[in-house]
């Protein structure tokens, strides 16, 4: 464990202290009786330990740090997180803490910012996050989303982030009125819950994407070359097709998937068998190197009048 140097004195921890008060009124940010007693805990711990000569190591003085970084805290996270050490403690705030430090912006400047758009300082955040694996500059997240109060990012017309290699996650509350190109975002890991894309949604090479939330009001999805994908949620909507093409890992659909378009199922080799509730309005492309029972499946499903148009076979 490090020793403080000698300099270190009561002198010296009360005008830090009297800096963490000063940047706590300019930030007005009111310290919670929590926060006040967890000062004065630690304080007077090191207050004893100087006075017995005894060693004031990093982790004696760290509490000054945890206090600091509970000032910065967006208003939601501190209204939440009421004390130091299950601010600290959380997982959602040390995301939140690494990726404002990546992004060189201070937690308050972006509670601030997304004070100002009406979306919370995670969504600003990674709206930024957006812009900086685009290539782009701050400037461009307001020409082109619109905030639309409660949380609501909107984007009218198609979305283009195709080929964003560093892009790792979209902003909750996202909504785009046209189409959402994620093509290539080969480190995209996450998409939000709740997205809503009125348009193609494409998800092409998206190789880090193993999972897939409640997708609103989405038109026509694409899904192709991803081998870390294992399932579609159940509660897909969909308002156009579905294709479905060499994702290898993905064993099962779900039980009430509905497809208003077409369904094309090409190379997902790890899918042993279809659904007894999949209801299709359009034709059935299935590529040739699906299980059979895929196959048989299909037919029973053609016959039951829950695939509308013509089952159609092909060499992927």
């Known amino acids: ?54 060693d004031v190591t990093e982790d004696d003085m760290k509490f000054m740090e945890d206090v600091r970084m509970w000032i910065i805290l967006p208003e939601d996270l501190r209204l939440k997180y009421k004390n130091c050490e299950d601010a600290k403690n959380s997982e959602e705030v040390n995301t939140i803490i690494i990726q404002a430090k990546n992004l060189n912006i201070s937690l308050h400047e972006a509670w601030m910012e997304g004070k100002k758009r009406e979306v919370n300082a995670k969504q600003w955040l990674d709206l930024l996050h957006v812009a900086e694996a685009k290539g782009e500059k701050k400037e461009w997240i307001d020409e082109t989303f619109r905030f639309s109060g409660g949380g609501r990012i909107e984007k009218d017309g198609d979305l283009n982030l195709s080929e964003c290699k560093s892009l790792t996650t979209l902003p909750l509350g996202l909504e785009v009125n046209g189409g959402l190109n994620l093509a290539e975002c080969r480190n995209l890991k996450n998409l939000p819950v709740g997205l809503k894309v009125a348009g193609d949604l494409d998800l092409l090479w998206c190789t880090s994407l193993s999972s897939l939330p409640i997708l609103m009001n989405v038109g026509n999805l694409n899904i192709h070359f991803n081998n870390s994908l294992t399932s579609i949620p159940e509660d897909l909507k969909l308002n156009g097709y579905l294709h479905l093409e060499k994702c290898t890992s993905l064993a099962t659909l779900p039980a009430g998937l509905k497809v208003n378009g077409y369904l094309c199922i090409g190379g997902c080799t790890s899918l042993s068998s279809l659904p007894a509730g999949l209801e299709v309005d359009g034709d059935l492309w299935l590529s040739n190197n699906l299980h059979e029972q895929v196959k048989k499946d299909a037919e029973r499903l053609k016959i039951e009048g829950k695939i509308k148009g013509e089952i159609k076979y092909y060499n992927p």
Request: charged letters at 30%; glycine letters at 0%.
């Open 1 to 54: 464990m490090t020793q403080i140097p000698e300099t270190t004195s009561v002198n010296t921890l009360l005008d830090q202290l009297s800096e963490i008060q000063d940047e706590a009124k300019k930030n007005k940010v009111q310290l919670t009786p929590e926060i006040q007693k967890y000062i004065r805990a630690h304080l007077e711990a090191v207050q004893q330990k100087l006075a017995n000569r005894e």
